[in-house]
């Protein structure tokens, strides 16, 4: 079936576009015809114009066994120039069948026919072919579109793919800390650590997950971080339960408190407190990481892997409807996502 035919509201438009169409040919009939009136031209025309509204839907598969590419236009004439005849043909003949009917009502009106029928004929033909036209265009746009969707899913793919290494190195450095000063925690964060990398691959082979599941592996984060870092780390979690079902991009937030832990927390002798919050707003979702850090530690590049990547998902994902939102003072660090809220 033809795409346009499975949505009644587009049909309903197609149709009743085909009505001035068909008005148009009527205007040309009795215009060729020389004496025909408008009224009875306009009569004759209209059906004509419903039949070839279907017969304009067939190049849709033509086209589609067809492909339009550089190098086949005897091809393309061989296939499109017997079905133009052919449509054409199908919708004099009905005219001509229209005309004598309507005779009885109109004396003359099929010789009258007879004498616009080259005219309407090529009328017929051009609309067929221009119908042709537009079918190419839209299988164009829409072979666009579908190469657009695939390449950003190729690069959303890419950019996840980054993630668990990058979390991985700085774990493993963390580890490698801890083992020669307190070797029970760094036994107790590779425990932590296998559990939340099993946990985000789970995640990770699916596009979006619910708000809940991810905050959920972002905490199996946190524990490990809390092995390495124990009190110095302190953790204030202000989550809007409406939250909790909006689907969010796998593995989005868990960056983001990485990167809280790694400038902020880590960098400071007495430690810090990391402010998670998550908000509902209408059909956006506000989400944020604040932390504090220490303006006299050595400088590190604050925008690394992990926000780069976070904010190229998200332009891949939802386009100029999200955005991050990077606020720095002078002991404070605050990252905030606005994105649109979808629930499964």
């Known amino acids: 079936m033809h795409p346009l035919l499975l949505y009644w509201r587009r049909s309903l438009l197609y149709f009743a576009a085909w009505i001035e169409i068909g008005v148009i040919l009527g205007v040309i009939a009795a215009a060729a015809a020389g004496h025909l009136p408008y009224l009875e031209g306009i009569a004759l025309g209209v059906p004509m114009m419903f039949l070839l509204a279907f017969v304009c839907l067939t190049p849709h598969f ?5 492909p339009l590419r550089a190098g086949a236009w005897k091809r393309l004439i061989r296939q499109h120039l017997p079905a133009t005849v052919v449509a054409s043909a199908i919708v004099m003949l009905v005219g001509r069948v229209e005309a004598g009917a309507l005779s009885s009502v109109w004396p003359g009106l099929d010789t009258l026919f007879a004498k616009a029928t080259p005219v309407l004929t090529i009328f017929v033909a051009l609309t067929y072919m221009l119908s042709t036209a537009l079918h190419y265009a839209l299988l164009e746009i829409e072979s666009s579109r579908r190469a657009e969707l695939l390449a950003r899913e190729a690069q959303l793919k890419a950019l996840k793919a980054q993630i668990n290494p990058h979390f991985l190195f700085n774990s493993l450095n963390s580890i ?3 083992t020669s000063i307190d070797p029970a925690r760094a036994r107790e964060m590779c425990i932590g650590l296998a559990d939340f990398l099993r946990a985000s691959l789970r995640l990770g082979e699916r596009d ?3 708000f809940g599941e991810e905050l959920a592996l972002t905490n199996m ?3 490990v971080e809390q092995a390495r870092f124990g009190k110095r780390l302190r953790l204030v979690r202000d989550i809007d339960p ?3 079902t909006c689907e969010v991009p796998a593995l989005l937030i868990q960056p983001l408190v990485e990167n809280a832990v790694k400038h902020g927390i ?3 002798a007495e430690g810090g407190e990391i402010l998670i919050s998550g908000h509902r707003d209408r059909d956006l979702l506000r989400f944020s990481v604040a932390n ?3 303006p006299e530690a050595p400088v590190q590049a604050r925008n690394g892997i992990g926000l780069r990547n976070v904010r190229a998902r998200l332009e891949a994902r939802y386009g100029s409807a999200a955005k991050m939102q990077i606020d720095a003072t002078e002991r404070h660090y605050q990252v ?3 994105f649109p809220a979808r629930t499964s």
């Open 176 to 178: 490698s800390a801890l």
């Open 221 to 223: 984060y946190l524990d």
């Open 266 to 268: 880590a960098m400071m």
């Open 62 to 66: 033509v086209c589609r066994s067809v």
């Open 292 to 294: 504090p850090f220490d």
């Open 242 to 244: 409406a939250c909790e």
């Open 336 to 338: 905030t996502l606005t």
């Open 208 to 210: 979006t997950v619910p």
